[in-house]
C-alpha cells in the first residue's frame, strides 16, 4: 500500500471502485468498498492523492478525507469519459478517472465547503419552487379556460381568477373543489418562495462580493447572490472568455481544414446562470428598444446589426466577462469602462 502514489475512486450511493498506480505508473489497487468501509480503509492507508469524479456526494468526500492527510480532487464528468477504455463498469471508470487525474492540462472542480452547498441547496429548493407555482398557475388558468374563465397574463391575475372562480354558482361542485386543491398549491408555493427571497436577500446583503455584483447593469440581488454561491472559485477561470464558456455563452466550434464555422451557444455549464444572465440582458434591450434606457455605443451599434435574442446573448457574455473580473480582482463596477445604462425616466 506504501508504493500507491494515485486513486481513482469512482463512487456510488453503497459501493465504491478504487483503482491506484505506483510510481511506475503500474496498476497497484484494484478494490470495491461498500461505503461503511470507505473512511477506515483511507484511514489506514499512507497519504495520497485522490481523485473522483464531481457528482453526487463528492463533495462531501472531498472534504471527508483531506482531514486524514489525502489530497483529493475532483474532475468534470465530460473530462473523464475520454479515458475510459473499451466497455463500460466501475472499475473500467475507476481507472479512467486515476488516469485523467494525471494529465498535466486536467481541469479540476473546486471544493465545496458544507456552508457554500447549503446555500447552492436554497437556490435549488427555489427554483424548483417557481417551478411548481408555474405549473399550479397553468393548470388553474388550462382548468378554467374549460368552463369559460379566462385572465390576463401574468401571475398578478391568478388570484383574481381564483376568487372568480369561487363565486362562480354555475361550476360543478366536483371542479369547484378541484379549484381550491389548485389554489392551495399555488398559494403554498408562492408564500414558500416568499420566505426563500427573504433568505436570498439577506445572503446577498451580507456577503461583500454580492453587493459589488449587483452594480453591474443587467445584474440583480439574486442573479448577484446566484454568481457568488455557484462560483467557488473565481480564479481557477483563466480569463473572462473561459468564465463565460463555463456558464454556455459562447459558440459552438465546428472549425476544420483553415475555415472558420461557428454555430449556436454551448448551452455548456450551469443553466441557472445562463438562464439569469440572459433574462438580465433581454431586461436592457427591452428598455433600449422601447426609448427607456440609455445603452452604450457597443449596445446600440450590436441591436443595429443583430437580433434581439442574439445581442441578449452577446450582452450576457459580456456581462459574464466583467463578473469575473470584479470577482477574481476585488475591485468595484466601473461604469465609464463598461457598458452604461442610464436610469430609467
Known sequence: MDQITRIGVDTSKNVFQLHGVDEMEQPALCKKLHRRQVLSFFGRLTPTEIGMEACGAAHYWARALPDMGHEVVLLPPQYVKPYVMRGKNDAADAEAICEAM?????RFVAIKSAEQQAAQMLLGVREALLRRRTQASNQIRGFAAEFGLVAAKGLCQIEALLTELADDTSLPSLAREMFVVLA??????DAQIRELDNKLMALHRNNEQSRRLAEIPTIGPITA???SVKVTDPKAFRSGRDFAAWIGLTPKDHSTAGKTKLGGITRAGDEMLRYLLVSGATSIINRATHNRGCPSAWLAALL???????????????????????MVSGERYNPPSGLTVAATA
Do not use: D, E, F, T
Open 304 to 326: 443595429k446589426r443583430k437580433p434581439r435574442k442574439l445581442a441578449a446573448v452577446a450582452l450576457a457574455n459580456k456581462v459574464a466577462r466583467i463578473a469575473w473580473k470584479l
Open 102 to 106: 494525471s494529465r498535466p492540462k486536467m
Open 184 to 189: 392551495g398549491q399555488y398559494r403554498h408555493a
Open 225 to 227: 447572490a446566484a454568481l
